[in-house]
């Protein structure tokens, strides 16, 4: 059975479902961790779980295992405190590259990456105007 964060210690963790599309996300289990909100407004931790049967070890994955993602807070200057959203568009993007250069790819591949270069281009362009600014690393927006 799944990990369903529901004991007392995990109330502040919240469900996330835009993943599941099909069988195979119906068995991942994200939640966000309400308890981590950051300055900003969003969760700096999320929990995924992935369903596996009983006895059974899947990718790595074992029953009730749980990867934990820890979301990078605070000014860049006094370093790295976790990832950052590029660095996951760029796992995805490499991802994507590497099927299309596989035996199947296809058209859809392709209009995911344009999304995801769109995507880390547009935070890289935020975060150049911060700089330029000078509010990067500041609570300001």
């Not at 993943?19 to 308890?35: F, G, K, V, Y």
């Not at 993602?69 to 405190?81: A, R, V, Y």
Request: proline letters at 6%; hydrophobic letters at 35%; glycine letters at 8%.
């Amino acid at each position: 059975m799944m990990n369903d964060f529901t004991t007392p210690a995990n109330r502040g963790l919240r469900l996330i479902t835009q993943h599941r599309t099909d069988l195979c996300n119906e068995r991942i289990c994200i939640r966000a961790d309400d308890d981590t909100i950051t300055p900003g407004g969003a969760p700096s931790v999320y929990y995924l779980s992935v369903e596996v049967p009983e006895g059974r070890k899947i990718l790595g994955f074992q029953q009730d295992a749980t990867t934990k993602l820890t979301f990078h807070q605070g000014d860049p200057k006094n370093g790295t405190t976790g990832l950052t959203h590029e660095a996951l568009l760029a796992v995805l993007t490499d991802r994507l590259e590497a099927f299309q250069d596989g035996p199947f790819p296809s058209e859809w591949n392709d209009i995911a990456l344009f999304h995801l270069r769109r995507a880390r281009a547009a935070l890289n362009e935020r975060a150049q105007g911060r700089r330029e600014r000078g509010v990067e690393g500041k609570l300001e927006p």
